[in-house]
């Protein structure tokens, strides 16, 4: 455990990217406050991924950092300098290095605090900066949120499993267009993550499943692209490329389930909700998968709860990624046929969450 200073203590936390880990680092952080909270905290934070953290009661400053900015041979360089002329000046006691990796190290020195803290497991050289380094459970593959959660109990914070309150997101914002008159299931079937998206042909099974199978139901569709398949079903609410982030939170506090691949948004719906089904392909769902325990996961051909799932049952399997590809070429699938139909009936009405 480190040794608690004495006295209030200005404390620049770095988590500026990604969506998802941003996301996993507030509970750690809710942790920090209520066990110091004559701390101010500052976070630093991905100008994109700024509105996960407005209005959050942990935070007295909510940093925005102009990453795209910062481009070419010379972006760390720029970055160390924006964080010498923006964050020097606030006179940061200490720094809590999330993030791990070159960059955000060099963003913790250039501030000019007196003590830097981080994990001495962290990439890129990280912790050649640490004045304090934080030891990991050796040979374990953690959640990120349990990985955070260790850093604010090195610092002598109480931690305990996480529940949606430590998560602290805003309300966000309405969409006044929205129909809330009936039972509405959101799908999220996109990702940048190679080979985690589901496919055009894959979203329509689910939709025409739901309808159906539920008729009363509607699905409303998001992402951060358009919509390019052929022309849905007249169940579907396409908000896809139409959601803002603030958007986005206010409508996974509103639907009644969640579907969605390994994506940020999961982790956002995870942090809401524990109605939600998170689809994996190849990745370990009990190091990246939904932190609630009622929330469901599907994974090569299993359906179950995230707390029955087992360290070490579906292990990552990076190689699959090419696989998929090639199936996705073939077929148009990236699950097994029948795979879209078990898990809208699984999300709709009469479903895993109808208990």
Known sequence: MIEEP???????????????????????????????????????VNEEWSPLLQGNPDLEQVIAFPRKSFRGMGALLQARQWAKDNLAPLQFDRVLDFQGLLRSALLAKASGAASITGFSQAREGAPFFYDEKIELPQGA????????????????????????????????????????????????????GQGKSLTALEVME???????????????????????????????????????????????????????????????????????????????PAVVGPWQKEAWIWRDGLLLKAGDLQAGQLPEKRRRRALIEQLRQRTGRLLPPGSMQ????????GGVFSG
């Open 6 to 44: 004495a006295g209030k203590e200005r404390v620049l936390v770095i988590k500026p990217s990604s969506f998802g880990d941003v996301i996993h680092t507030l509970p750690a952080v809710a942790a920090i406050k209520a066990a110091f909270p004559a701390w101010q905290l500052h976070w630093l």
């Open 206 to 284: 689910f939709c025409q499943t739901l309808q159906a199978e539920a008729p009363q139901s509607g699905v409303l569709l998001l992402g951060a692209e358009s919509w390019q398949g052929e022309t849905l079903p007249s169940n579907v609410i396409d908000q896809m490329g139409k959601t803002s982030m603030a958007q986005l939170i206010w409508v996974l506090r509103q639907v009644d389930t969640v579907v969605s691949v390994d994506s940020g948004p999961m982790h956002l719906a995870a942090a809401i909700t524990e109605r939600l089904i998170s689809i994996h392909t190849w990745t370990d």
């Open 342 to 349: 078990r898990i809208a009936q699984a999300a709709g009405p």
């Open 141 to 192: 593959r953690l959640h990120a949120i349990d990985r955070y959660l260790h850093l604010a109990k090195a610092l002598g914070a109480e931690v305990n499993k996480a529940g949606i309150g430590d998560f602290k997101l805003p309300e966000g914002e309405v969409i006044d267009s929205l129909p809330l008159d009936r039972p509405l299931i959101a799908l999220h079937p996109f990702s940048r």
